[in-house]
Structure formats: C-alpha cells, structure tokens
C-alpha cells in the first residue's frame, strides 16, 4: 500500500469511527488531509471502494487488538489500556453494529467479532473468578458486549469510565454463580 493511500484510508477510518458512513466525505477529508480530490479518486475511484478499504483496515486491526489482548493479564489495568489505545477501532465496531443492515458491514463485524471475541472471554472468565459454564459466559459476554456498544462514545471511551464498566459487569456476573 502506497502511503498516500494509507494516509486516506486512516483519516478515513476515524471518520467512518466517529460519524459514520455519513460522515465520509471526499471533499472533506481531502480538506482535512491538504490533498486534492483527484488523489482520492485515483487511489479508489469510487467511495464503495474505499469503504471496502477501510472495512479491510478493521480487520488488521481487530487482529492487531486480539494479539495485545492475548497477551494481557488482566482486565484492569492490562485490557483496560488496550481498549483506550484502540478507541477508535472500538467506535468503528460501534458504527459496523449500528449499519449491520448493510451486508458487508455485518460481514465485517461477525469477523472482528470472531478475532477479538474468544481472547476476551477466556480473560474475562479468569478475572471475574466465577464457575459459570463457557456457554453462560458466552451468553453474558453477548449481552455485555451489546450493552458497552450502546453506550460507548468518543468522549466516554477512557480508562475510568471503561474501569468502572467492567467493576460493574463483574458485580452482575457474580450474582449468576
């Protein structure tokens, strides 16, 4: 990948994070970005093909996420950073829920999902210190994870606030065992 196209596809991906598909403007980023327009068209040709782009970045990142997550001990304070550095990953997760009517949005996210998703659960499980069966952590991991995407925003997305979700999901979890 070229870097100019690298530069588009990451200005790209906090825009798509933070406003969505909506907020993907050629006009607007090649502003943002002090670029023409044309260099735009040139690297994509078509905003169907940047978007392509930027639901393939999601996944590198997604894997990039699972391998920090692997390596992480626990939820506070090991996971908790991990979640913080990546905040914008997260936010383009929260946006692929919000339009997962969109089929390749959907596609997307049940990958990002499947990478990051197990190495959560098997941390989760070891930090929360409960016998509940890997189905019902599964099952609690869903609802948790509809939950945090529901109420994570770009201002909110810190490690206190992310700190006292999980200080609380915790507390919900050990009243099931």
């Given amino acids: 990948m070229t870097e100019a196209k690298e530069i588009w596809i990451k ?4 825009v798509f994070a933070i406003s969505g598909d909506k907020g993907l403007k050629v006009e607007t ?7 023409s327009k044309s260099s735009f068209y040139h690297h994509f040709a078509e905003m169907e093909i940047f978007i392509d782009h930027l639901l393939a970045y999601h996944l590198t990142q997604s894997v990039i996420v699972a391998e920090k997550e692997g390596k992480a001990e626990k939820i506070n304070p090991d996971l908790i ?3 913080v550095e990546h905040k914008i990953d997260l936010l383009f997760n929260r946006q692929l829920r919000i339009k997962q009517d969109r089929d390749s949005y959907k596609k997307t996210l ?3 999902n499947e990478v990051i998703g197990q190495g ?3 941390l989760w499980a070891k930090d929360l210190n409960v016998t509940l069966t890997q189905k019902q952590l599964e099952g609690l991991f869903v609802l948790a994870l509809e939950n945090f995407f529901l109420q994570i925003n770009y201002d909110n997305l810190n490690a206190e ?3 006292q979700y999980f200080d609380n999901l915790k507390k ?3 009243r099931f065992d």
């Fill in 172 to 174: 919900i979890a050990q």
């Fill in 81 to 83: 950073a991990i979640l």
């Fill in 120 to 122: 959560f659960v098997e």
């Fill in 29 to 35: 980023l090649a502003r943002k970005l002090t670029i």
């Fill in 110 to 112: 049940t990958k990002s």
């Fill in 11 to 14: 200005a790209g991906y906090e």
């Fill in 161 to 163: 606030w992310l700190a």
